[in-house]
């Protein structure tokens, strides 16, 4: 099983990070990877089993489905349902820390999954590796962008 790990630092509360994050449907707004994404049969946000599809960039339509949302410890995790990539057993979790007395957050991404035809793998960890930094880049934009608010999920 392939593993990718990432961690890094955002300019903005915990709380704030992960009001946007545990907004599993709306993963579009901030990732460049993803032109379109919605929940289907209009499930909510917060309902664990709900799945998103993800229209992406390059045409291809992902769906996930939401695991775990643990508003208290700051942590989702989703599984592929349905993907373009040969990956098989993909599940991925996201994780806001708060630094504490900083106005910064840390965010851990961690995803595992198998590929079909081992020969390939270090290539499939090095495409996840960039969408999921390139994501949390981009999301770090966006939250620079829509400063906290006190409003609740």
Request: contains cysteine; hydrophobic residues 40%; aromatic residues 8%.
């Amino acid at each position: 099983m392939a593993t990718v790990e990432y961690s890094a630092v955002i300019a903005t509360t915990a709380e704030h990070a992960w009001k946007v994050l545990r907004n599993f449907g709306e993963i579009a707004q901030w990732h460049p990877a993803i032109n379109e994404s919605s929940l289907e049969d209009g499930q909510s946000e917060s309902t664990i089993g709900s799945v998103r599809r993800l229209d992406l960039a390059d045409g291809g339509v992902l769906r996930e489905r939401l695991l775990v949302l643990d508003d208290p410890q700051m942590r989702l995790t989703y599984k592929f349902e349905e993907s373009p990539l040969p990956l098989d057993n993909y599940r991925a979790d996201v994780r806001v820390i708060k630094v504490s007395g900083e106005l910064q957050c840390v965010i851990e991404w961690r995803a595992s999954f198998d590929v079909r035809g081992a020969e390939m793998t270090a290539h499939f960890e090095a495409l996840i590796t960039r969408l999921v930094v390139d994501g949390h880049d981009r999301l770090a934009l966006y939250l620079a962008q829509s400063p906290p608010c006190n409003n609740a999920h």
